[in-house]
Nanobody, 114 residues
Framework: QVQLVESGGGLVQPGGSLRLSCVAS???????MGWYRQAPGKQRELVAT???????NLSDSVKGRFTTSRDNAKNTVYLQMNSLKPEDTAIYYC?????????WGQGTQVTVSS
């Protein structure tokens, strides 16, 4: 059974940093990995993607502040979030792709507030 477990969310002040992690288990041959987020009353937004070879793509709203990376040996993807803003407040979901479909984590709450 495929399972994605996220960690690292929480409450942080504006300008602060958080690092999200997502560990995938029960899945072979992971291709793409990445992160979505969804704020209350807003549509889901693709935040970051990373290919198996490490090529990344970030949304314009986080470019220059967020980075994503992965450890293929550990089936883990990371999202480093710096210079956080209140508008970054959302539930963050990781995903992984194999040849058949995309799998999602359960989500982790990130709240940016003073």
């Amino acid at each position: 059974q495929v399972q994605l477990v996220e960690s690292g969310g929480g409450l942080v002040q504006p300008g602060g940093s958080l690092r999200l992690s997502c560990v995938a288990s029960g899945i072979f041959t992971i291709y793409g990995m990445g992160w979505y987020r969804q704020a209350p009353g807003k549509q889901r937004e693709l935040v970051a993607t990373i290919t198996k070879s490490g090529s990344t793509n970030l949304s314009d709203s986080v470019k220059g502040r967020f980075t994503t990376s992965r450890d293929n040996a550990k089936n883990t993807v990371y999202l480093q979030m710096n210079s956080l803003k209140p508008e970054d407040t959302a539930i963050y979901y990781c995903y992984v792709d194999n040849i058949l479909r995309q799998y999602w984590g359960q989500g982790t709450q990130v709240t940016v507030s003073s």
